[in-house]
């Protein structure tokens, strides 16, 4: 007899195929018929910004990061699924950022753990989505990174780490101040409240020039944290 799960499974199935059938999954971008299950068509997905290096180079900004990755540059596409999840609750778009970093995320795993010169620098314990101040949360009503970490996390079976630190002070947008204001803007601004595993991935939708998340690693490895990863959806200013 089948498994109380199996027949669920199967109905979940079976559900999932019928609501496609009357409602077809649309590309957000052209609103073509998505075959994919991250409502963006093939076509859109090939037309993205994808970096052929996923690697950053912030070599001076990114002192207390150990390795920063990031799929797609920021261009006006990658633009418009940022702040429509940003700025006008699209969840659908934070879920196919979140699948690009996603895959992103698991080559950097994949060749992180065939490459004996990496063995140095362990595979991240928890994930921590770039902290956002609670006045923000309360005007948003969520953390954008949080949404864009969710599926990384799921196929990684890696937690995510909320709680442990915090934005302690309400920073200016970074966009347009310069390198110097950024640093001066963000500094002191994060906090950590709780315990913290030797290693953690950072994750953020934008890295310009790296000032927010070198500065979080900053207070991070004040607190005992020995290995920083950055997981970024887009690298602007290259
Ligand atoms: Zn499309």
Same mark, same amino acid.
């Given at each position: &007899?089948?498994? %109380?799960? =199996?027949?669920?499974? *199967?109905?979940?199935?079976?559900?999932? %195929?019928?609501? @496609?059938?009357? *409602?077809?999954?649309?590309?957000?971008?052209?609103? #073509?018929?998505?075959?994919?299950?991250?409502? $963006?068509?093939?076509?859109? +997905?090939?037309?993205?910004?994808?970096r052929?290096?996923l690697h950053c180079?912030?070599?001076?900004?990114?002192?207390?990061? @150990?390795?920063c990755i990031a799929p797609l540059n +920021? @261009?006006?596409?990658? !633009? *418009?699924?940022?702040?429509? %999840?940003? +700025?006008?609750?699209?969840?659908?778009?934070?879920?196919?950022?979140?699948?690009?970093?996603?895959?992103c995320?698991?080559?950097?795993?994949?060749? &992180?753990?065939?490459?004996?010169?990496?063995?140095?620098?362990?595979?991240?314990?928890?994930?921590?989505?770039?902290? %956002?101040?609670?006045?923000?949360?309360?005007?948003?009503?969520?953390?954008?990174?949080?949404?864009?970490?969710?599926? !990384?996390?799921? &196929? $990684?079976? /890696?937690?995510?780490? @909320?709680?442990?630190?915090?934005?302690? $002070?309400?920073?200016?947008?970074?966009?347009?101040?310069? +390198?110097?204001?950024? /640093?001066?803007?963000?500094? =002191? !601004?994060?906090?950590?409240?709780?315990?913290?595993?030797?290693?953690?991935? $950072?994750?953020?939708?934008?890295i310009?020039?790296?000032?927010?998340?070198?500065?979080?690693?900053?207070?991070?490895?004040?607190? =005992?944290?020995?290995?920083?990863?950055a997981w970024i959806v887009t690298q602007? #200013?290259?």
């Open positions: &007899m089948e498994s %109380l799960s =199996g027949i669920i499974n *199967y109905n979940n199935k079976i559900t999932t %195929l019928v609501a @496609n059938i009357i *409602y077809p999954p649309t590309c957000v971008l052209c609103y #073509g018929q998505s075959k994919t299950a991250i409502d $963006l068509c093939a076509e859109c +997905y090939v037309d993205l910004p994808h052929q290096n180079q912030r070599p001076n900004s990114l002192k207390e990061v @150990n390795r +920021y @261009n006006s596409t990658a !633009a *418009y699924l940022i702040k429509g %999840l940003k +700025y006008h609750n699209r969840l659908a778009y934070g879920r196919i950022l979140s699948h690009i970093l996603a895959e995320v698991t080559k950097e795993v994949t060749w &992180m753990q065939s490459n004996t010169n990496t063995q140095a620098i362990p595979i991240p314990q928890c994930i921590i989505p770039v902290p %956002l101040h609670s006045s923000k949360i309360k005007e948003r009503g969520f953390n954008q990174t949080q949404e864009i970490a969710r599926i !990384a996390a799921k &196929m $990684l079976h /890696l937690p995510i780490e @909320n709680k442990s630190c915090v934005r302690i $002070l309400a920073t200016k947008p970074q966009a347009r101040l310069t +390198y110097t204001q950024r /640093l001066r803007n963000v500094s =002191g !601004a994060f906090a950590v409240i709780g315990s913290l595993p030797k290693c953690v991935a $950072l994750v953020d939708d934008v310009t020039t790296g000032a927010t998340i070198n500065e979080l690693a900053t207070t991070l490895k004040k607190a =005992g944290v020995q290995y920083i990863h602007a #200013g290259d």
